[in-house]
Nanobody, 115 residues
Framework: QIQLAESGGDLVQPGRSLTLSCAVSGAVASISAMRWYRQCPGKTRELVAEIVIGTSTDYGDFVKGRFTIFRDIDKKSTTLRMSNLQPEDTAVYYC?????????WGQGTQVTVSS
């Protein structure tokens, strides 16, 4: 089993930066991918960023170089650094990992970008 706990969501002004963190516990050794998703108000959940362990890093088209995903070498955490946030980035951000063909999700953390 895997447990995920996001933190770092906040209310920020447009143009500011924010870092989200996700603590991962349980059988982390077999995790094959770590991701961040978001769900904007009234929209479906979308991929923000992913790290496929030992393979690649990828981002949603809307990121446009503003966000960076990191992970600890032991896969016990993943971090999403976000810069130049805009009101359209307002969403609940979710941490997600894959382990042996199964996806695990955190509860989400709210990011609100508003002046």
């Amino acid at each position: 089993q895997i447990q995920l706990a996001e933190s770092g969501g906040d209310l920020v002004q447009p143009g500011r930066s924010l870092t989200l963190s996700c603590a991962v516990s349980g059988a982390v050794a077999s995790i094959s991918a770590m991701r961040w998703y978001r769900q904007c108000p009234g929209k479906t959940r979308e991929l923000v960023a992913e790290i496929v362990i030992g393979t690649s890093t990828d981002y949603g088209d809307f990121v446009k170089g503003r966000f960076t995903i990191f992970r600890d070498i032991d896969k016990k955490s993943t971090t999403l650094r976000m810069s130049n946030l805009q009101p359209e980035d307002t969403a609940v951000y979710y941490c997600n990992v894959d382990r042996r063909g199964r996806a695990y999700w955190g509860q989400g953390t709210q990011v609100t970008v508003s002046s």
